[in-house]
């Protein structure tokens, strides 16, 4: 049963991203400009970094009681780290991954998926309590460097 509950989670979570991608790749293939083959857009590339981060934060929230791994550089903007830090004092919760710790066998299933404008969806499955969780995320990259500069609270 409890096999069943992950496919069925996994394929809700799945199936929410590709409808998000969907909706944010139509409105941009109608107004936004071509780019040449071979060539990112700005979105994709702010995706990537995006995830890029996300796999490390997770890889280290995973391993951090090893005392292995140092904590990757959190690339906030000064509002969006105070309110991750107020959020965090008071709820004993990292609101980047909307929990106390992460599992390592939910790294496979992390995705980013742009939403609108600035806006991202950073997604996963929470193998402790079996359930999809979705982090609506705003960033953006400045002189190539991924700035988040907001994130929802739970």
């Given at each position: 049963m409890k096999k069943n509950m992950k496919s069925v989670l996994l394929a809700g979570l799945l199936l929410f991203a590709t409808l998000l991608t969907g909706s944010a790749t139509a409105r941009c293939a109608v107004t936004g400009p071509t780019k040449p083959k071979g060539s990112a857009s700005a979105t994709e590339q702010t995706r990537e970094a995006l995830e890029k981060f996300y796999m490390e934060y997770t890889r280290?929230?995973?391993?951090?009681?090893?005392?292995?791994t140092a904590i990757p550089a959190l690339p906030l903007d000064d509002a969006t780290r105070r309110k991750v830090g107020k959020s965090t004092a008071e709820t004993d919760g990292d609101p980047l991954i909307?929990?106390?710790?992460?599992?390592?066998?939910?790294?496979?299933?992390?995705t980013v998926t742009p939403i609108d404008g600035d806006w991202y969806a950073v997604a996963c499955l929470d193998t402790y309590e079996n359930r999809g969780?979705?982090?609506?995320?705003?960033?953006?990259?400045?002189?190539?460097?991924?700035?988040?500069?907001?994130?929802t609270l739970p």
């Open positions: 280290w929230m995973s391993a951090r009681f090893d005392g292995a909307r929990a106390q710790d992460f599992n390592k066998r939910s790294l496979p299933t992390l969780v979705v982090i609506p995320v705003r960033t953006l990259l400045r002189q190539g460097q991924l700035a988040i500069t907001d994130v």
